[in-house]
């Protein structure tokens, strides 16, 4: 996949203008114009960190590469759809500041929390019950 037909596929997915992913990214509009015309054919490092920085479904790895893939697969997903625990864990503390502030992110860690907190409870309820039957 050219990179162009990236771009195209960003802005389709995220449905936004052209004129708002420039603002998000801080590309030009002279550089936007150049990849979309296809003059550009590479992003420079600081563009494409920009781009997966503000749209994380978009890897730095896929931007970049010239391979004609148009798979932008996560990297810590591996056979039989396994996570990758090290790979994963070296993401998350990569982005760790836009994750904990990704409202999907708290809801999950906060039902992990009260799950945490009712078994915890649990627990205490049936050793008490064990020590009165003693």
Request: glycine content about 2%.
């Amino acid at each position: 996949m050219e990179l162009k037909e990236k771009i195209e596929k960003i802005l389709l997915e995220e449905e936004i203008k052209a004129s708002d992913f420039m603002s998000i990214t801080g590309i030009s509009k002279t550089a936007f114009y150049a990849i979309r015309n296809g003059k550009t054919r590479k992003l420079s490092e600081e563009t494409a960190k920009s781009i997966s920085d503000n749209f994380p479904k978009y890897q730095y790895k896929w931007l970049m590469s010239s391979d004609g893939s148009d798979s932008n697969k996560q990297d810590y997903i591996g056979k039989n759809n396994q996570i990758k625990v090290d790979e994963f864990v070296d993401i998350f503390f990569l982005y760790q500041e836009k994750i904990e502030e990704n409202e999907r992110f708290q809801t999950y860690k906060e039902s992990v929390e009260k799950d945490a907190i009712i078994k915890y409870q649990h627990d205490l309820i049936n050793k008490m019950n064990k020590k009165k039957e003693e």
